[in-house]
């Protein structure tokens, strides 16, 4: 979730400077030393201007802090004050980013991310939604924005690595810059524009006609054949103009913040289900693999405010976590309230104009002025239709980064966005933070509009579940895929009434819970979305919450766990009545040394229990096959590797239930499973005896002959690295060299991995691209009312984002064992806790 583009070329200049000392010094030491003084003390007494009375700061052992203060006005100060001294470099990164301005720090690199961003206009929709908080709440963003600012003055010459390096001063910060970093994670959790954009890329490689057997929506649903027939008869090959640099520029903005991630686990137990008689609840966000992770802890006491979890630095507020009577998590909702329309444009007397209905209409116009380090300033125009920007007007192919872009007559594609007019969802966030029971959380909730969530609250003995956010009634349509825009009949026609969005409070079966699977049957009476998570996580819970009794001990297993049902479900197939006996066939018609192969992965995958262990060798097996069949599928249509077609499948099955699994458990009748590359005709069987021999050849040649030393922990790992590091294979040969000599300082790994995009604990990796882990829980919270202290939680990483700090990466062998550590609100537990050494802030200069 955090911003990572503007760091590589932050880093660079460093790296150029320090390398020779690095190599001869010792880069850890050398460069933890350099940058001592842009840590803040963590005992001891500071005078800072702005407080009202005195704040004492502790810290536990992974450098969460607790901030105890006698007045809210305070507490609001402090936690900015704490914010920014932790991340103050990923607050920067997130404004800059939400802004379009990355490139004022980072330079041209990252210009397209900038175009992106100044087309969203997030800036817009984050002065909206600011005019409609409540006074109250502004006061509250505007305490806050002083204490960020009250330690950016007294560390504006001591800033961490890559802000000091980089050259760059950051402005001092507003309240409505926290709104503006709200908008911008709001913008991360809308799913399916990464989806339509590669419905257009697909279409263009297999045509209209085939496009529905690439974007499945469920495994009980049609395939969306009418959707797609929406771009039959569109000539749209070499039209779009603009489409692969859009497509570049969305998974370059995916990568350093978000886009669509099917982020989370929760869940409740009602008291019948619990050990103790009292209610359980658990979150754990699921966030691209990142250094540092998005979250950060924080406790706040003070006489009207108690409330610890985990916060976004740049927000003032506990997003998840306990306030004393009430615990809540959340999860994506899978919302579709975004949607491409393609417009028909055209040049005519000096100015661009689009169809609508019949006639042609003036685009609307924007200038944008974008500054970039190193270069001179550029304006650019930005064109507008009735439904939003044309992302394609400032975003295309260009013979250099810095060159205008003419948009010509030809498409355009506009993207529309909900509006927040009427919106009361910063105060709605805030009343949940405070709200004592289940009641109140429901109260509080039904007015989120701006975020479509799955919140699950639970008091000690009540459980709820609310859906929030706002919904389009869309005229004609799914919104799966871009709409004529042309016709209005796709139009939007207002959003759902908010007394249809789903919810349930204490049902008889005693649990609830969410992982970014379809939530409400298939025709209910709202569209929420058709881009839904595979449904394998949900089962899983399902299966393990509904089962004996719960306390704190069964949450963090199930938090832990790494079965996937889907191995059941792979074992069914092969086993169905028509396909056992076609499989064997195919199997038996293979070349002798492949058929051996085939009957050996055979044998193991029907034998495998699902347990996803760093250890398994069938595991890793049963993933050689996953990525087998997905090439074996769908290679010889999109492919090669490289090309837009081939990404585009690659990336649809990171969000939502891909075209990989549909056909594995199903779409027997599949144009795709005909090899192109043959002049026989395969069908189902043929292809999965291909690759079953393809994955036992896959592991002997990535691990070797002896089965005995296999193990899915040596091809799935997890990295936390920084952006400059995954960058350094696109630097010059003495830049890598550069980044290199600084890895060991700014990255940590690799560690082996378990689990995959199915199991709950989370460790998802590209299907049919590689290994390596790119999504995890970024943090995990379990709050048991059956404990004398209710909350305990972990991060993914450190609570620093200063690589110079002791707590940059301590939190990442925490996480991997499970120490959670506890959050207290009784005042005799604070010492345990925290300690007694603190950091006393007092009023004064």
């Not at 004492?56 to 920014?84: Q, W």
């Not at 709202?526 to 949900?538: C, F, H, V």
């Not at 291909?690 to 994955?695: W, Y």
């Not at 997890?718 to 000599?741: K, V």
């Amino acid at each position: 979730m955090l911003s990572r583009a503007f760091r590589p070329l932050a880093h660079l200049s460093l790296a150029a400077a320090l390398t020779a000392v690095v190599v001869l010094s010792g880069c850890q030491s050398f460069l933890s030393s350099r940058y001592s003084d842009s840590l803040h003390p963590d005992q001891g007494i500071v005078r800072v201007q702005g407080l009202a009375q005195s704040v004492v700061i502790r810290r536990n052992p992974l450098g969460m802090p607790l901030i105890e203060t006698t007045t809210f006005h305070d507490a609001l100060f402090a936690l900015g004050y704490v914010h920014a001294s932790d991340r103050l470099s990923q607050m920067v990164g997130l404004r800059l980013m939400a802004e379009g301005r990355l490139a004022e720090m980072a330079g041209p690199g990252v210009l397209e991310i900038d175009r992106f961003m100044r087309a969203v206009n997030l800036k817009k929709s984050a002065a909206v939604l600011y005019s409609n908080a409540s006074p109250r709440l502004k006061k509250f963003f505007e305490v806050y924005a002083r204490g960020v600012n009250a330690y950016l003055f007294r560390y504006r010459d001591k800033l961490p690595m890559d802000l000091a390096e980089s050259g760059y001063r950051p402005a001092y910060w507003k309240a409505e810059d926290s709104v503006l970093v709200f908008c911008l994670l709001n913008f991360g959790l809308a799913v399916n524009l990464q989806e339509e954009i590669a419905s257009l890329v697909l279409a263009q490689k297999v045509g209209s006609e085939q496009l529905a057997w690439l974007l499945p929506t469920y495994p009980d649903e049609p395939l969306p054949i009418e959707e797609a027939a929406k771009l039959k008869g569109l000539d749209l090959n070499g039209q779009l103009a603009g489409l692969s640099a859009v497509s570049g520029a969305l998974s370059q903005f995916a990568d350093a913040h978000m886009l669509g991630v099917a982020a989370s686990n929760n869940w409740a137990i009602a008291p019948q289900k619990s050990r103790s008689g009292r209610s359980l609840l658990a979150n754990d966000t699921h966030l691209p693999l990142a250094m540092p992770s998005a979250w950060n802890f924080v406790q706040i006491r003070s006489p009207k405010y108690q409330a610890a979890g985990v916060s976004i630095a740049g927000v003032p507020a506990i997003v998840a976590g306990f306030n004393g009577k009430l615990g809540w998590g959340m999860t994506m909702v899978m919302g579709d309230n975004q949607d491409l329309f393609l417009e028909k444009t055209k040049r005519q007397g000096g100015r661009l104009h689009y169809l609508a209905d019949g006639k042609w209409l003036p685009a609307q116009e924007r200038q944008e002025t974008f500054f970039i380090k190193g270069q001179r300033p550029i304006r650019e125009t930005l064109y507008e239709t009735r439904h939003g920007p044309l992302l394609n007007s400032v975003l295309g192919e260009r013979k250099h980064m810095l060159q205008p872009l003419q948009l010509s007559s030809g498409y355009g594609l506009a993207l529309k966005t909900t509006q927040f007019e009427a919106d009361k969802t910063l105060d709605a966030f805030f009343d949940l933070s405070r709200a004592q029971s289940v009641e109140q959380a429901f109260e509080a909730t039904r007015e989120v509009r701006a975020m479509p969530l799955n919140i699950v609250f639970a008091d000690a003995q009540h459980i709820g579940w609310q859906v929030t956010g706002r919904f389009p009634n869309r005229r004609a349509g799914l919104g799966l895929m871009p709409s004529p825009g042309w016709d209005s009949q796709y139009d939007w026609d207002g959003f759902a009434d908010p007394m249809l969005h789903p919810y349930d409070q204490d049902p008889p079966q005693g649990w609830l819970g969410t992982a970014n699977h379809r939530t409400v049957p298939r025709g209910y009476g709202m569209q929420l979305s058709n881009s839904w998570y595979y449904p394998e996580r949900a089962e899983r819970i399902a299966a393990l919450a509904g089962s004996g009794k719960h306390d704190s001990a069964s949450m963090i297993a199930m938090q832990y766990d790494q079965t996937t049902p889907f191995v059941g479900k792979l074992q069914r197939m092969f086993s169905a009545p028509g396909m056992a006996e076609a499989l064997t066939a195919a199997i038996d018609a293979l070349p002798s040394a492949e058929r051996a192969k085939a009957r050996e992965a055979h044998s193991r995958l029907s034998k495998f229990d699902g347990k996803m262990a760093a250890s398994s060798a069938d595991a890793a097996l049963y993933s050689a096959f996953l990525y087998e069949s997905a090439r074996q599928t769908f290679l010889d249509e999109l492919g090669p590797e490289t090309s837009p077609a081939w990404k585009a499948l690659v990336e649809t099955a990171n969000s939502s239930y891909s075209a990989q699994a549909d056909h594995l458990l199903g779409r027997d009748d599949s144009p795709f499973w005909n090899d192109r590359r043959t002049p026989q005709q395969e069908d189902k069987a043929a292809i999965l005896a291909r690759s079953l021999a393809g994955a036992l050849s896959f592991m002997e040649s990535k691990l070797g002959s002896d089965r005995s030393a296999w193990q899915w922990g040596k091809l799935h790992s997890y990295n936390w690295t920084t952006e400059t590091s995954q960058l350094a294979q696109y630097m010059s040969a003495s830049q890598r060299t550069s980044i290199n000599a600084i890895k060991g300082y700014l990255d940590r790994g690799p560690y082996p991995a378990g689990g995959d995009h199915s199991t709950l604990n989370v460790a998802a990796y590209h299907w049919g691209q590689d290994f390596d882990t790119w999504l995890i829980p970024a943090m995990r919270i379990v709050v048991d009312f059956g404990r004398e202290e209710p909350l305990i939680g972990l991060n993914s990483s450190g609570q620093s984002g200063n690589p110079a700090s002791k707590h940059y990466a301590d939190g990442i062998d925490a996480w991997l064992k499970g120490r959670y550590m506890s959050f207290p609100f009784q005042a005799q537990n604070l010492d345990q806790a925290y300690g007694n050494q603190r950091l006393l802030l007092m009023p004064g200069r």
